[in-house]
C-alpha cells in the first residue's frame, strides 16, 4: 500500500485554469504539507496542516487554497492557472520528527 | 532563520569510489538534520536523520552522516558507490519536530563507469 499517494501524477492544462491536486496519507500522521519543487529541484514549502489545521502559509499566491477534509487528507486547488505555476507539487506527511514521507508528486504543466 | 547550504550542484565520482557531499546549515537553535534521495521521476526518500544522541547516522544503502555543531555540518558519505546510487541528494534542517523543513538546493551524484 502507497503510504502517501498523490492524483493525477500529471496534469497538463491551459492557462486560466482551475485545477485540483488530491493528497492522501495512510500512515496516520497527523501533520501534512505541501512543497513545490521548481525547475531547478529546489523545495518550497507552501502550507502545513495539523489534524485539519492550517499552521503553515507561506507567500503563496492566493490563488492556490489547501483544503483538508479530515487529517489523512490534504488537497490543493489552484485558481486561474498561470505559466509560472508549472511545476512538480509533493505532498508530504510527518508525526513526531520522524520526518517527512513523500508522494510521489504531480507534475503540472501550464501551457 | 534556519537555511541549508550544498555548495556542491553536481559530484561526478567513478563507480566504487568513495564519496563525500557536503551540507552546512544555520540556526540559532538546536536543530533536527536530514538526508533525503530523489531518484529521478520519483519523491523524496529519507536516507537518514539526526535528532539527538550519536553524532554519526547510519542510513539506508550503506550512507552515513556526521553531525558537526562547531562546523554546522552534515556531510553525507558513503565508502564505495554504485550505479544505482545516480540520484539528487537533498539535506534539509528543522528547528522543531514536524515544524517545516528547509530543503537545501539539492546535490546531483552522478556516477561515472
Known amino acids: 500500500d502507497t503510504a502517501v499517494s498523490q492524483t493525477p501524477k500529471y496534469l497538463v492544462t491551459q492557462m486560466g485554469n482551475d485545477k485540483s491536486i488530491k493528497c492522501e496519507q495512510n500512515?496516520?500522521?497527523?501533520?501534512m504539507y505541501w512543497y513545490k519543487q521548481d525547475s531547478k529541484k529546489f523545495l518550497k514549502i507552501m502550507f502545513s496542516?495539523?489534524?485539519?489545521?492550517?499552521?503553515i502559509n507561506e507567500t503563496v499566491p492566493n490563488r492556490f487554497s489547501p483544503k483538508s477534509p479530515d487529517k489523512a487528507h490534504l488537497n490543493l486547488h489552484i485558481n486561474s492557472l498561470e505559466l509560472g505555476d508549472s511545476a512538480v507539487y509533493f505532498c508530504?506527511?510527518?508525526?513526531?520528527?520522524?520526518?517527512?514521507?513523500f508522494g510521489s508528486g504531480t507534475r503540472l504543466t501550464v501551457v | 532563520a534556519q537555511s541549508v547550504t550544498q555548495l556542491d550542484s553536481q559530484v561526478p565520482v567513478f563507480e566504487e569510489a568513495p564519496v563525500e557531499l557536503r551540507c552546512n546549515y544555520s540556526?540559532?537553535?538546536?536543530?533536527?538534520l536530514f538526508w533525503y534521495v530523489q531518484y529521478p521521476n520519483q519523491g523524496l526518500q529519507l536516507l537518514l536523520k539526526?535528532?539527538?544522541?550519536?553524532?554519526l547516522v547510519k542510513g539506508i544503502n550503506g550512507f552515513e552522516a556526521e553531525f558537526n555543531k562547531s562546523q554546522t555540518s552534515f556531510h553525507l558519505r558513503k565508502p564505495s558507490v554504485h550505479i544505482s546510487d545516480t540520484a539528487e541528494y537533498v539535506c534539509?534542517?528543522?528547528?522543531?519536530?514536524?515544524?517545516?523543513?528547509?530543503f537545501g538546493k539539492g546535490t546531483r551524484l552522478h556516477i561515472l563507469p
Open positions: 508530504a506527511s510527518s508525526h513526531g520528527g520522524s520526518g517527512y514521507t
Open positions: 540556526s540559532s537553535v538546536s536543530v533536527y
Open positions: 534539509a534542517v528543522s528547528e522543531n519536530r514536524d515544524d517545516k523543513i528547509i
Open positions: 539526526y535528532l539527538s544522541g550519536s553524532t
Open positions: 500512515l496516520g500522521h497527523d501533520t
Open positions: 496542516y495539523n489534524n485539519k489545521e492550517l499552521i
